[in-house]
């Protein structure tokens, strides 16, 4: 998910040694790899697409489910909300939210899907930032609506970016940060981020809290893996019970990784290599970031650039997932998700 991005790099409340913002310059102005030239188009959504998810539990035939909210203060925030768009026509329609609590604001970041005792569930980052409260919602999924269930609260839910739902409601989630939007741990690459696993009945355990802004998590087949901004890793971990062991490197070279969703024997991780181009792409769309996707492969334990862009087609990228031949490609700020023609 993303950086917060209202750091003023020159304006700075701590001090910040000279070398560092030089080291940050420089590796923030990377020459990128060869761009992709595959067939690509744009499909209009609401502001910041930050997350995608595929829906084949709630409707007789798969769908795309988009989280929307806007993050820049000029964008149309009205909008923010759950999409389906449809794999087949790539129509989009809003799904209408019920039941929720009167004046519950709606800033959705990361999402998930599962089915939970033979019901399609919907778990929902959300931010409420001017109480301040974070929250995960749980909602039920309906083909043109979201009745809401409950939230979520708990002490250790402080900063949350990215979730992971199993069938039996239990979940893992990732805290970015200690402390919500701190600008000094961003800068200073400071492990304080942490990542969360709440068991089925909801009791709470720390995974790991000594994270370098923690990003995108995914589970399977007993393993634990989340990707890490601040330190360019990604990172695994065995589930032995309700204990996780074994806590392993498995590649140090995704600068800025996202989201993580499964593609054929790997993962697929998009990634921000410039920190410079996304502070100035927050701050106005027509500045470009690049976006890089890297594709880890679990039996060569190799990691390739899958997708490269320069910012012409797409800024930010956050989520990728492959459906059909095709890649759809989410974003942090602007109103479109890419589909590219990878066949």
């Known amino acids: 998910m993303y950086i917060w991005t209202s750091i003023k790099l020159f304006q700075m409340k701590h001090f910040i040694p000279i070398g560092f913002l030089i080291l940050l310059l420089f590796t923030s102005c990377a020459s990128l790899p060869k761009l992709s030239t595959f067939p690509s ?109 409950k939230s979520i609260n708990n002490d250790l839910i402080i900063s949350p970016n990215d979730i992971f739902v199993n069938n039996d409601g239990s979940f893992y989630f990732s805290n970015d940060a200690r402390k919500r939007g701190s600008k000094k741990e961003v800068i200073l690459g400071q492990k304080k981020g942490s990542l969360i696993y709440f068991t089925p009945s909801l009791s709470p355990i720390i995974i790991d809290d000594h994270l370098a802004y923690p990003n995108g998590v995914y589970f399977s087949n007993g393993y634990l893996y989340v990707s890490t901004v601040g330190e360019k890793k990604l990172y695994r971990y065995q589930k032995d019970g309700e204990q996780f062991i074994n806590k392993t490197c498995l590649t140090s070279v995704i600068k800025g990784g996202d989201n993580i969703n499964p593609y054929k024997n790997g993962l697929l991780i998009p990634s921000h290599p410039s920190f410079i181009k996304f502070i100035k792409h927050k701050r106005k769309s027509k500045n470009p970031s690049p976006s890089l996707i890297y594709y880890y492969n679990f039996n060569s334990r190799i990691t390739n650039i899958f997708f490269a862009d320069d910012g012409t087609k797409i800024s930010t990228a956050s989520t990728a997932l492959v459906y059909r031949n095709k890649l759809y490609i989410s974003q942090v700020f602007d109103d479109f998700i890419l589909i590219v023609d990878i066949e």
């Open 41 to 149: 188009h744009e499909v209009m959504v609401a502001f910041g697409p930050e997350d995608i998810v595929i829906d084949s539990l709630s409707t007789k035939t798969n769908r795309l489910l988009i989280s929307c909210s806007s993050r820049r203060k000029i964008d149309n925030k009205s909008r923010n909300g759950i999409y389906a768009m449809s794999f087949d026509n790539e129509n989009i329609k809003e799904l209408r939210r019920i039941n929720e609590p009167e004046n519950m604001e709606f800033h959705p970041h990361g999402f998930d899907i599962a089915l939970i005792k033979g019901k399609p569930y919907l778990y929902v980052i959300n931010h409420e930032d001017q109480i301040p409260k974070q929250s995960i919602l749980v909602y039920e999924v309906y083909d043109d609506r979201l009745k809401y269930i």
